[in-house]
C-alpha cells in the first residue's frame, strides 16, 4: 500500500443509521436544553426537515449549524448582579480619577437597577374557597413576594385601592364580584396589573372571553401549583426587568483620551457582569448587525447576536463604540438598525437575519460613546441620555500621571514602582512641554518612553536603581520640548488676536490674521474656513463699517482697500461661531494701527448689532488657554453662569474678563498708540 490510503466509505445502511443517531442526538439535546418555548418549537421543526433531507445537499449542513447555534444562544442564561452600591462607587473611583460628574450621573442611573431588582413584588390571591386560597398563597410565598388574600372580588377592589398590586391570581365564579368583572375593573384602573384567572368550570368559551378582555393567562382546576408558580415568576420578572430598563441609553460624549471606555469598562465591573464592546467606527453595512438571511451562501448572525454568543449571557454590559463615526452608503443604514438595538420599547424582540427569530435585548445594558454627538441622527440621538466628558485640568493630568500612569508604565518594563519615581517637577515638564490634548494618551505615551529608556540605560549599566525622575532627566530623555507657551512669548502685533476654538479633540488657540491692502473692496478669507466662519467675518467687517466713526476709523476704508482675513493651520477644517469676537477684534486693530495683546484671548459669537453672544466648550477653552501661557481670557457675559458653576481650578486658570459688546473688550485687548502713550 501506498503512504496514504483512503478510509473505505461505510455501508448505506450504517451512515443512514449514524445520519439517525445524529438527528436523535439533537432531539435530545433540545429537549434538555432550557428554550423558551418559541425556540424548542422551532429547533424541532428543523429536526424534522433534517429528517426528510439528502445529508448529501448543502442545506443538510446548514440546518445542522443553524439548530447547534439556536442551542448555544443564552436564551434564558444571565448573571447575577452585584446590588451593593457602595461596591460600584468604590470600584469607580479606584479605577478613574476625576470625573466626579459622570461618576454621579452612572450611580444614579446604577441606583435606579437596583431599586427596581430589591423592590418586593405583591401578588393577590382571590378566591373564595379557603383550602384553595391558603394553597395557592402558600406555593406563591416561595417566589420572595408578598402575598395578600381576598374572599371575593369586592374584597380585592377594595385592596387594590389602598396598596399597588403587581399580579392578582383569582377564580372565575364569585360572589358580588366574579372573576371576570374583577378583570374588567382592573384592566380599566389599574393597566399595570396582570392578571390570571382559575377556574373549575374551564370551557373554550370561557378562556376566549378572558384572554380577549386582557388576562395573562387562564389555568384550569385542578390547579397545578408549579405552573402556576411559574406563571407568577415570569410576570414578576417581566415587570422587574421593565423597571430596570426603561431608562434612556448612556451616551458618553467628549474628546478623545478622556476615560469614556475605561468608564463603560468600570460599570461592568461594579455591576459583576460580563463586558462586550463593539466599534462602529466605519461600519457601513447594516448586515453586519443584523446578520443576513440564511439563503445566502456563507450567510451567519450579526455582531450583537455573535458577541452574546460568545459571551454565554443575555445581560452583558455592551459598550458600542465611536456610533458618530457609523458610515451610510448602497449597502444600507447601520444607524437605522441601531434605533431597534438601543430603544427599550423594540429591542425587546430584537430580529437578526440569520436567527430569523426574535431574541430578547432588554436585559442588555447598552453604553455608547461618542467625540461629536452632533453628528449623530435626530431619532437615535433622541433615544439616548448624553452624557459629556470634559477635559482634565492640569491638577488632575498631574495627580493620574503620579498615581496611576507612571506606576502602569513602569510595572509593564518589570520594574517596581518603588524602583522609579517621578517627581512632581519632572511631572510637571511633561504636561507643558512634550503633551496637548484633553485626555491623558499623549501623558501617558511619553511617561511609556521615559520608562523604556530608562529600562535601556539601567540594562547597559549607565544608571541603577531605585532611581528620581527629574525635569532635567526628561529633557535629556526626550529631547527639546515640542510645545512652547505661545501666547505667552508671541509679541504683540497690530491686526493678529488670539482666539479660543473648540473641536471633537478638545480645546486650541488660534491665531487669526489680518492684512489691509489697495484694492477694490474684498473681503479675502484663506485657512480652510466653514461657511459659519465666513458669515462671522463678513458680519465683522459689516458692523466695522457702520460704526467706524466711534473706533476713530476712516469711514471710507474699505473703498479702495482689500481685507485679508487668515487662520493658520490651513490642513485643518475650520467653522462655528465662537470666532466672530476674535476677528471683530483683529480687524479694529488693523483698521485703528493698536497693536494686540497676544495673552489675551478671547471666544464669543458676534452680531450685527456688535452684541456677544454666549458659546459652548469653555472649560476646554479656559484649560487649553492655561497651557498656552495665555494671561486673560474674554468671555461673553451670558457665559458668567455657566462659569460660576465650574469647579475652582478652572475658574482660576486664567483670569476672566466678562464682556456684553465689543467696546468692552478693546481696552482690554488693544494697547495704545505709540503716539497716546503715557511718559514713563
Not at 465611536?322 to 429591542?347: C, H, M, T, Y
Not at 518612553?449 to 539601567?458: M, Q, S
Not at 508671541?490 to 488660534?510: D, M, Q, R, Y
Request: hydrophobic residues 40%; glycine residues 8%; proline residues 5%.
Amino acid at each position: 500500500m501506498g503512504l496514504f490510503s483512503r478510509q473505505a466509505p461505510k455501508p448505506p445502511v450504517q451512515q443512514e443509521a449514524a445520519e439517525a443517531d445524529q438527528i436523535s442526538d439533537l432531539r435530545r439535546s433540545v429537549d434538555a436544553a432550557h428554550l423558551p418555548e418559541n425556540v424548542r418549537r422551532i429547533a424541532l421543526n428543523e429536526c424534522d426537515k433534517l429528517d426528510r433531507t439528502d445529508p448529501s445537499v448543502a442545506e443538510y449542513g446548514l440546518g445542522l449549524n443553524y439548530i447547534e447555534f439556536l442551542l448555544s444562544l443564552p436564551w434564558l442564561s444571565a448573571s447575577q448582579d452585584n446590588l451593593n452600591l457602595a461596591h460600584a462607587a468604590a470600584v469607580l473611583d479606584q479605577e478613574h480619577f476625576g470625573l466626579s460628574l459622570v461618576k454621579q450621573r452612572v450611580l444614579e442611573y446604577l441606583a435606579s437597577n437596583i431599586t427596581c431588582h430589591l423592590r418586593r413584588s405583591t401578588v393577590l390571591v382571590v378566591d373564595d374557597e379557603s383550602i384553595s386560597r391558603d394553597n395557592m398563597a402558600y406555593a406563591l410565598s416561595k417566589l420572595s413576594c408578598d402575598v395578600l388574600s381576598a374572599s371575593n372580588g369586592q374584597e380585592a377592589l377594595d385592596i387594590l385601592a389602598k396598596q399597588h398590586v403587581d399580579c392578582i391570581v383569582t377564580d372565575l365564579k364569585m360572589q358580588k364580584v366574579d372573576g371576570l368583572g374583577l378583570l374588567e375593573r382592573v384592566r380599566a384602573e389599574w393597566p399595570d396589573t396582570q392578571l390570571i384567572i382559575v377556574t373549575g368550570y374551564a370551557t373554550v368559551d370561557n378562556a376566549v372571553d378572558a384572554l380577549r378582555k386582557g388576562a395573562a393567562h387562564y389555568l384550569p382546576k385542578p390547579l397545578n401549583l408549579d405552573i402556576l408558580r411559574d406563571s407568577v415568576r415570569d410576570i414578576l420578572d417581566r415587570k422587574n426587568q421593565a423597571c430596570s430598563v426603561s431608562g434612556p441609553i448612556l451616551c458618553f460624549t467628549g474628546p478623545p483620551g478622556t476615560g469614556k471606555t475605561s468608564i463603560g469598562r468600570s460599570v461592568a465591573n461594579a455591576l459583576q457582569r460580563k463586558f462586550i464592546r463593539l466599534s462602529l467606527a466605519g461600519m457601513r453595512d447594516e448586515a453586519e448587525l443584523r446578520g443576513h438571511r440564511r439563503t445566502y451562501v456563507g450567510a451567519m448572525a450579526g455582531r450583537i447576536i455573535s458577541e452574546l454568543n460568545k459571551c454565554g449571557v443575555n445581560n452583558p454590559v455592551f459598550m458600542l463604540d465611536e456610533v458618530d463615526k457609523i458610515g451610510q452608503d448602497f449597502r444600507g443604514d447601520p444607524a437605522s438598525v441601531l434605533l431597534e438595538i438601543l430603544d427599550p420599547e423594540q429591542n425587546r424582540h430584537f430580529l437578526d437575519y440569520y436567527l430569523d427569530i426574535p431574541f430578547d435585548l432588554s436585559r442588555v445594558m447598552f453604553i455608547t460613546t461618542a467625540n461629536m454627538v452632533e453628528n449623530l441622527p435626530g431619532p437615535l440621538r433622541d433615544r439616548m441620555e448624553t452624557i459629556p466628558f470634559s477635559c482634565y485640568t492640569l491638577g488632575e493630568k498631574r495627580r493620574i500621571g503620579l498615581e496611576y500612569l507612571a506606576p502602569r508604565q513602569i510595572r509593564s518594563t518589570g520594574y517596581a514602582p518603588e524602583d522609579i519615581r517621578f517627581s512632581p517637577e519632572a511631572m510637571e515638564t511633561l504636561l507643558h512641554g512634550y503633551t496637548r490634548g484633553a485626555g491623558l494618551r499623549s501623558l501617558n505615551r511619553e511617561i511609556g518612553g521615559v520608562c523604556r529608556k530608562l529600562n535601556l540605560e539601567i540594562l547597559q549599566e549607565q544608571t541603577k536603581v531605585p532611581l528620581t525622575v527629574h525635569p532635567d532627566d526628561i529633557r535629556r530623555l526626550l529631547g527639546h520640548p515640542k510645545f512652547a507657551l505661545e501666547a505667552a512669548t508671541a509679541k504683540p502685533i497690530a491686526g493678529v488676536t488670539t482666539g479660543l476654538v473648540w473641536s471633537e479633540s478638545g480645546g486650541h488657540i488660534i491665531f487669526i490674521e489680518t492684512a489691509r491692502m489697495k484694492g477694490s473692496g474684498r473681503l479675502i478669507m484663506t485657512g480652510s474656513l466653514g461657511d459659519i466662519l465666513k458669515e462671522s467675518a463678513e458680519t465683522a467687517l459689516s458692523y466695522l463699517r457702520s460704526n467706524a466713526a466711534s473706533f476713530g476709523i476712516d469711514e471710507a476704508f474699505f473703498e479702495n482697500s482689500d481685507i485679508h482675513v487668515h487662520i493658520p493651520a490651513g490642513a485643518i477644517s475650520k467653522d462655528g461661531p465662537s470666532a466672530g469676537m476674535t476677528i471683530a477684534m483683529a480687524l479694529i486693530s488693523l483698521l485703528t494701527g493698536r497693536k494686540a495683546r497676544r495673552d489675551v484671548a478671547l471666544t464669543g459669537e458676534f452680531t450685527l448689532s456688535g452684541r456677544i453672544l454666549p458659546v459652548s466648550g469653555l472649560r476646554e477653552k479656559l484649560l487649553a488657554a492655561q497651557q498656552a501661557g495665555v494671561r486673560m481670557a474674554v468671555l461673553p457675559e451670558r457665559n458668567r453662569a455657566e462659569m460660576e458653576s465650574m469647579d475652582d481650578e478652572v475658574r482660576n486658570a486664567v483670569e476672566l474678563l466678562f464682556v456684553s459688546d465689543i467696546h468692552m473688550a478693546v481696552e482690554a485687548v488693544l494697547l495704545p498708540k505709540p503716539d497716546t502713550a503715557p511718559a514713563a
